[in-house]
């Protein structure tokens, strides 16, 4: 039952992810929000719904582990996995705002999260407020730098959704919600199954199968982007995924749930995992060509993940 109650969680938050994603941008049209401001925050904030129900769920039910490991798996199995597939698919181009702001707000958030947790063993609440307010912070200068380049968001956004009947807007929110609480109700259970009948640690289960369970909407987008040729977008989802994911995601749980770290390995081993494959990033972006990241990097993070992977079961 394990794994029935893992494959419908999953279901439940890829639908759930989906139709809050639809009806929070239908509302915000509605309400006259600009498209550029939809993009970045309104977009980001439901792609990230999925994570942060699992998190949430499992720290009020005492299982930290997993609320930290579904995390920061994700964010390996953002740029090891989803990356990595993506540029074996096509060749991806970086534009300059990845060097002046993604990678180092990645980086640095990164780095706090790990001297936060490595302080006193949790995320305590101030902390959480701290990572929120660092959120806001970034998400007002990027809507500050990219209101000259408003166009480049609109392709995120499906203008059509104005013209959706309020009733319509209401049912797909109420679907997003139930379907969002529910898978993450059976994930977070199945997992703790599955942990205890295969006799290893909550953390295990959550940085790899949960973690790659959170992440399929991130790959299947950042998939057809590539087969698409629409090299800009996927590099610049996934690192905005990985900001969100330890931001608002850890910053909202802590804010509500103090997470206290359970398995010394989060610290030891996957947290420098994290901050190993997302400071690789720039010296393949720089060599052995500048701004692409071909084939081979991209088997190279595909290897990499695959690595921490059979190291982490093992």
């Known amino acids: ?23 929070s941008v239908a509302l915000s049209l509605k309400l006259n929000i600009s498209r550029m401001v939809i993009g970045l925050t309104v977009v980001s904030f439901a792609t990230s719904a999925p994570e942060l129900l699992v998190s949430l769920q499992a720290a009020i039910e005492g ?23 993506t540029a074996m698919v096509s060749p991806l181009m970086v534009d300059r705002d990845f060097y002046r702001i993604n990678w180092p707000t ?53 203008v059509s959704l104005r013209n959706v009947s309020g009733f319509k807007l209401t049912i797909w929110l109420l679907i997003g ?4 609480w529910g898978g993450s109700e059976l994930l977070v259970k199945g997992a703790v199954d599955l942990a205890t009948k295969l006799g290893i640690s909550e953390r295990v289960v959550s940085v790899t199968v949960i973690a790659v369970g959170t992440s399929v909407p991130e790959l299947a987008a950042s998939l057809i982007a590539a087969v698409k040729k629409e090299k ?7 690192i905005g ?74």
């Open 232 to 238: 800009a977008i996927s590099l610049g989802n996934l």
């Open 63 to 85: 299982f930290s582990d997993i609320s930290l490991g579904n995390v920061i798996g994700s964010n390996i199995a953002n740029i090891g996995l989803v990356l990595g597939l």
């Open 241 to 314: 995924s990985n900001i969100f994911n330890i931001a608002s995601v850890l910053g909202l749980t802590a804010v509500i749930k103090p997470i206290v770290v359970q398995s010394s390995a989060i610290l030891t081993n996957d947290m420098f995992w994290m901050l190993g494959i997302a400071f690789i990033l720039l010296p393949m972006l720089l060599i052995p060509k500048f701004s692409e990241m071909g084939r081979k990097e991209g088997f190279a993070l595909l290897a990499g993940y695959t690595v921490f992977i059979l190291l982490t079961i093992m």
């Open 106 to 158: 990645m980086m640095i958030f990164s780095i706090v999260l790990y001297f936060f947790l490595l302080s006193n063993n949790e995320l305590s609440r101030i902390e959480g407020v701290a990572l929120l307010i660092g959120l806001v912070a970034y998400l007002f200068l990027l809507i500050k730098r990219s209101r000259r380049k408003d166009k480049v968001i609109a392709e995120e956004v499906d």
């Open 1 to 23: 039952m394990s794994i029935v109650f893992l494959l419908i969680g999953f279901v439940l938050l890829v639908i759930g992810g989906e139709f809050l994603v639809r009806s």
């Open 177 to 180: 919600i139930v379907a969002l």
